[in-house]
């Protein structure tokens, strides 16, 4: 089993919709968990970190972490063309980051 | 802005020379950095966790005497990668941050696309 899990994709969504991504993790002692994108070409740049259970927003993106259920997500409200990337989950360990594999997400205008 | 940069973003050589990337942090001190791989359409792979003033700690699978990790200081990390071949061509992405709280997250400079001709 790999230690962080994400639905590769692609995933399409249309633009003015909901994009929902989804994670989950192995490590039941993991504390702190990140959502990275990533635009083809690029290095992945942070857009949100949660370290509690429950929903954390911040403008048009919510993080929403379950640690019973070892499962974290993004929420991507209004989707416009331009968030069109590769979305990785992280998961920090004592001290090393893991990545999942990442979701490919295409917004359609 | 930027709090981590890398350079040089795009390098092309000849099969069997050695390429040296560097990472820096620049808002802030960094004992420890880390640096990536990553192959098309793949994931970011951690290659190393490189210590300022100590050796760095390689991945399994990694030789560490083709991928020389240099910590010198607190803010610059070094990756060479010696006598390089096409199969080394890939994007290398360092990082930095992270490690003095678990909430702190890693700040990733703008990555080297790396061909080996």
């Known amino acids: 089993q790999k230690e962080v899990e994400q639905n590769s994709g692609p995933l399409s969504v249309p633009e003015g919709a909901i994009a929902s991504l989804n994670c989950t993790y192995s490590?039941?002692?993991?504390?702190?968990f990140f959502w990275y994108r990533q635009y083809s070409g690029k290095s992945p740049e942070l857009i949100m970190s949660?370290?509690?259970?429950g929903d954390k927003e911040d403008g048009r993106f919510t993080a929403q972490l379950n640690k019973a259920s070892q499962y974290v997500s993004l929420l991507i409200r209004d989707s416009q063309p331009s968030d069109s990337a590769t979305y990785l989950c992280a998961v920090k360990g004592a001290q090393k980051l893991v990545f999942g594999q990442g979701t490919r997400l295409t917004i359609n205008p | 802005g930027a709090v981590v940069s890398q350079h040089p973003s795009w390098v092309i050589c000849k099969s069997g020379t050695s390429v040296k990337i560097e990472c820096r942090s620049l808002?802030?001190?960094?004992?420890?950095m880390f640096w990536y791989r990553q192959f098309p359409k793949q994931s970011l792979m951690l290659m190393a966790t490189s210590n300022e003033g100590s050796k760095a700690t390689y991945e399994q699978g990694v030789e560490k005497d083709k991928f020389l990790i240099n910590h010198a200081s607190l803010t610059l990390s070094t990756l060479t990668v010696t006598s390089a071949h096409p199969e080394d061509s890939s994007f290398y992405i360092c990082?930095?941050?992270?490690?003095?709280?678990?909430?702190?997250?890693?700040?990733f400079g703008d990555g080297t696309r790396l061909s080996i001709l």
């Open positions: 949660i370290y509690s259970n």
């Open positions: 990082s930095a941050g992270g490690t003095a709280t678990l909430r702190q997250p890693q700040h």
């Open positions: 490590d039941r002692g993991s504390q702190s």
């Open positions: 808002d802030f001190q960094a004992t420890t």
